[in-house]
């Protein structure tokens, strides 16, 4: 693809490697993502951004001809509650080039997917992030905002780097205001906080068998729990 695209900054793949989405970047914002056919080198679909996308702004759907992309907030920025305001979502089929799905969610911050291992689903959950809440939706690409269930917290702002376990059934983040790690049980709403990094903590991730957490602290030191 050398010379046939500007302004890229940055690329993921699908899980099958048949597609490339490249990330344009207009300064420092993502403005556009161009979706390339590898094997076949062309472009099949063009996307343009609004204010705000994320550097990463797609989802590849695992075994599956589907992205998802966030396409960034309608409106300005709430600097006041640290939030974007009515995200704007859209899935596609990039075999066909055609929309799926397209629906805009008021306040989300930040979202992320994961497997849901009762149904079989691979990215069959999706959580997103709102102010003093996460949502927790069953997702599918042609109903993709549907059987909510919501995590609630008294802390004002969003929780950040969301992560789910191999399963599905539990939810960590980082806390809004205190930069502790929380983890949550999406069947019972549960929650527990994880404490102990001086200055706060970075970043978490599951073990691929759920039983452990890694979290990144601010003093780069490294915990297992």
């Not at 291992?117 to 997702?139: N, P, Y």
């Not at 109903?143 to 609630?152: G, S």
């Amino acid at each position: 693809l050398d010379g046939k695209v500007k302004g890229a900054g940055g690329i993921d793949f699908s899980n099958d490697g048949r597609y490339a989405a490249i990330f344009l970047f207009v300064e420092q914002s993502c403005t556009g993502v161009d979706f390339w056919d590898i094997d076949n080198r062309r472009k099949v679909l063009h996307e343009n951004l609004t204010g705000g996308a994320y550097s990463n702004p797609v989802h590849f759907i695992r075994n599956s001809s589907y992205v998802f992309i966030d396409r960034g907030w309608k409106g300005n920025i709430d600097y006041s509650m640290h939030e974007r305001k009515d995200t704007e979502f859209t899935v596609i089929d990039l075999s066909t080039g055609r929309k799926v799905s397209d629906w805009n969610v008021p306040r989300v911050g930040s979202w992320c997917f994961g497997d849901d291992k009762s149904s079989g689903r691979l990215d069959g959950k999706l959580a997103l992030c709102h102010s003093r809440s996460i949502e927790v939706v069953d997702f599918d690409p042609f109903d993709p905002h549907r059987n909510a269930t919501y995590l609630n917290y008294d802390a004002p702002g969003f929780a950040t780097a969301p992560v789910f376990d191999k399963s599905g059934s539990f939810l960590l983040h980082i806390s809004p205001g205190d930069a502790s790690l929380s983890v949550w049980s999406i069947k019972d709403g549960q929650r527990i906080f994880l404490r102990g990094h001086p200055g706060g903590v970075l970043s978490g991730d599951f073990s691929s068998d759920s039983k452990y957490i890694v979290t990144l602290g601010a003093d780069n030191s490294v915990a297992i729990w």
